[in-house]
């Protein structure tokens, strides 16, 4: 595709006066960096707040006294005792038990839900809901508003002074929220594994806020480069990837998303897509699954390296691999033969022809540090 095709975000114009790097991405026009570069951009997220634009992510609202239990028949998560003014991490199954996306669901109350859904997949998302639930519920894209992830340990001093309720807010919390005198919808929530919030706002005024919150002096832009990098150091999957719907959420080391509630022994057990295989893929265990990675070499292992073990024998692939700058060394995440599953077990990827010595790793690889109070 074109620059002249792809997709803009209402922050277009406000990233190539930042003189950011733009690259296609999910069909969109998006800045891989600034002029800060990524490994300061990643350094700077740690350390104060960056501000990400995430606008390319699909937005859906449900509505009505049956969306509760209408979206839980398509995910594996309790979405009817949700409560209100909490988000709740999810996953789309089919048939098979694979993952057709991940995506983030709030209670709003009053019979209502917000959807954030993949960039990459929101419009099949979109189709899949009014498929399936169509009949149960109101939906209502909302792909005319942007989103802006305001992530790091200083977000929340910075949000404050716009909003002092948010100082209260608690991961994973969600609450409608005035900004500049407009309704915005905030969560304290993100994907780099720091304190941090993600804002909804209306298109029109989403340039107005970026710029308000980079004239504070914590605050620096960020792109995905760095958004990247953060989420693999805080072992956070992204889908296409480190999912997709070749693997289930049990091959995608993703059972923690499987609310008690919907498992086989809980309350409301199955009544998802793909719910039988789950289940029998958690009673007797699978072939392979996602672990984490650390090359004991500084050499970058990238995504579609194969792993092999002490012989030589392909045991895997890695899903997604680059240079943590916080751990300071390369990270990666593969799937890997149940066999070596192990945390510290000895794998080999092949890059370039030659073998770099790995370990299986415990996830995440730089402590999360979301705020719980």
Not at 215 to 242: F, K, N, Q
């Amino acid at each position: 595709m074109t620059s002249e095709t792809l997709a803009k975000t209402p922050l277009h114009a406000l990233h190539l006066e930042l003189g950011a790097r733009m690259v296609p991405f999910a069909g969109y026009d998006m800045p891989v960096q600034y002029p800060l570069g990524v490994m300061k951009e990643h350094q700077h997220t740690r350390e104060a707040a960056g501000l990400f634009d995430v606008s390319h992510m699909g937005q859906i609202i449900l509505r009505g006294p049956n969306a509760a239990k209408a979206l839980e028949s398509l995910v594996p998560v309790d979405i009817i005792d949700l409560p209100v003014g909490m988000q709740r991490y999810a996953m789309f199954t089919d048939d098979q038990g694979c993952i057709l996306d991940d995506l983030m669901v709030a209670n709003l109350g009053n019979d209502t839900l917000f959807l954030v859904v993949n960039a990459a997949c929101k419009h099949q998302d979109l189709m899949h809901l009014q498929l399936q639930i169509a009949s149960q519920c109101q939906i209502e894209p909302c792909f005319d508003r942007a989103l802006l992830a305001l992530q790091g340990p200083k977000a929340v001093d910075v949000l404050a002074r716009l909003a002092p309720e948010v100082a209260k807010m608690t991961f994973m919390q969600f609450a409608p929220v005035r900004l500049l005198g407009v309704d915005c919808f905030v969560s304290r929530s993100g994907y780099t594994g720091e304190d941090g919030f993600e804002i909804s706002v209306p298109a029109d005024h989403a340039e107005a806020l970026a710029r308000s919150l980079l004239a504070e002096p914590e605050v620096e832009a960020i792109g995905l480069g760095a958004r990247d990098s953060l989420r693999l150091e805080a072992g956070l999957c992204l889908y296409g990837h480190d999912m997709s719907t070749s693997t289930t959420p049990i091959e995608a080391s993703l059972l923690w998303a499987i609310s008690k509630a919907r498992r086989a022994d809980g309350a409301r057990a199955g009544g998802f897509p793909g719910a039988e295989r789950i289940f029998a893929q958690q009673r007797d265990g699978v072939a392979s699954k996602r672990v984490g990675l650390l090359p004991q070499e500084r050499v970058p292992v990238r995504e579609g390296a194969e792993i092999v073990d002490a012989d030589g024998n392909v045991i895997g692939s890695v899903c997604s691999g680059g240079f943590g700058p916080t751990l300071g060394g390369p990270v990666a995440m593969g799937y890997v033969q149940s066999a070596f599953v192990a945390v510290d077990t000895p794998v080999w990827a092949m890059v370039r022809g030659k073998r770099v010595a790995m370990k299986v790793a415990k996830t995440p690889f730089v402590p999360q540090r979301y705020y719980r109070g």
